[in-house]
């Protein structure tokens, strides 16, 4: 269990290395000079040299990459362009709202895509299957941000009611901090359900054909018996490599959410630093996003071994 453990890490961390090459250039090729927006295009010639030696920002690529990867190293993320404010400081506030967010998103996939792919495969071609793969295709049919414009607009015109249009802190009243975020999370997390359910049926239709499911009910065991112990683990496994996945989306998804319900998460964070060309940020946010999502996939590697034992082999 120990190599397989360390051979996934050999894995991870040069995908990781290669990612934060690919976070720090992608932002520089943004349109747009960030100095001449700090100046508000007013300035030119030796105020605009000055200000970019000020930044950083007038030394070669690869020196910039490589004074950047060090403070990465020691834990430091660099400073905003615009605030002067540390990127660590305001992703420590921002970063567990978009985690509640994220986190609710991927729960509310399980809890929706598993139990309904297993209640259509085991009643195949009924009239459970095909309700069910109706509402996996919508919801894989709708993007989430048009679903969230929607949710928003319908029950104002035809009730009067909005979602809350203040952001609740959780040292103010926890039951609001979570009851805020349900709703943009079951938004966000209806793709991720659609796609987890039409897996998890085609898997388990396939294992209930193996013999020794033939085996299992042949021996007169009940239906859930065969469905649930027998069955649905073996089957979990490619939906757990679609659940790695399923973290990028809705960590990109989340940006759009946030935007559209006001939460002061990092994805509107983010969009607040593209429109403002703020290099250090744009390159914080993406980072901790890679890393998470690295992390997330290390630990469905992981997590293989312990759902099928001969994978560690």
Not at 53 to 72: C, F, H, I, N, T
Request: glycine share 8%; with cysteine; net charge positive.
């Amino acid at each position: 269990m120990r190599l397989y453990v360390l051979r996934r890490l050999l894995v991870a961390l040069p995908s990781l290395l290669i990612a934060t090459f690919i976070v720090f250039a992608l932002p520089r090729l943004l349109p747009g000079d960030v100095v001449q927006m700090m100046l508000e295009e007013k300035a030119y010639g030796k105020d605009l040299d000055d200000l970019r030696a000020k930044l950083g920002l007038d030394r070669p690529l690869a020196v910039q990459y490589g004074v950047w990867l060090g403070e990465v190293a020691r834990g430091r993320l660099g400073e905003s362009l615009w605030t002067r404010q540390p990127v660590v400081t305001e992703l420590i506030r921002r970063l567990p709202i978009t985690l509640m967010l994220g986190t609710i998103a991927l729960a509310v996939s399980i809890v929706i895509g598993v139990p309904i792919g297993v209640l259509s495969a085991v009643r195949q071609d009924g009239a459970a299957d095909f309700v069910a793969r109706s509402g996996a295709i919508l919801g894989l049919s709708i993007p989430p941000f048009m679903l969230a414009i929607v949710a928003i607009l319908l029950p104002a015109i035809w009730w009067g009611w909005t979602p809350l249009v203040s952001f609740t802190e959780w040292s103010k009243d926890p039951i609001t901090y979570v009851v805020q975020f349900l709703l943009p999370s079951f938004i966000l997390g209806v793709a991720s359900a659609a796609g987890i359910m039409r897996l998890t049926r085609a898997q388990l239709l396939e294992v209930l054909r193996h013999d020794y499911v033939r085996t299992a009910w042949a021996k007169g065991l009940r239906e859930r018996v065969v469905v649930l112990k027998h069955s649905l683990k073996n089957a979990l496994i490619p939906v757990v490599t679609v659940l790695g996945l399923q973290v990028a989306q809705i960590a990109g998804g989340s940006v759009v959410i946030e935007t559209v319900f006001s939460i002061p998460g990092t994805g509107q964070f983010l969009v607040d630093a593209i429109s403002q060309r703020d290099y250090p940020v744009i390159q914080g946010i993406n980072l901790v996003i890679v890393a998470t999502i690295v992390a997330c996939n290390l630990a469905v590697d992981l997590l293989y071994a312990v759902l099928d034992p001969r994978i560690r082999y």
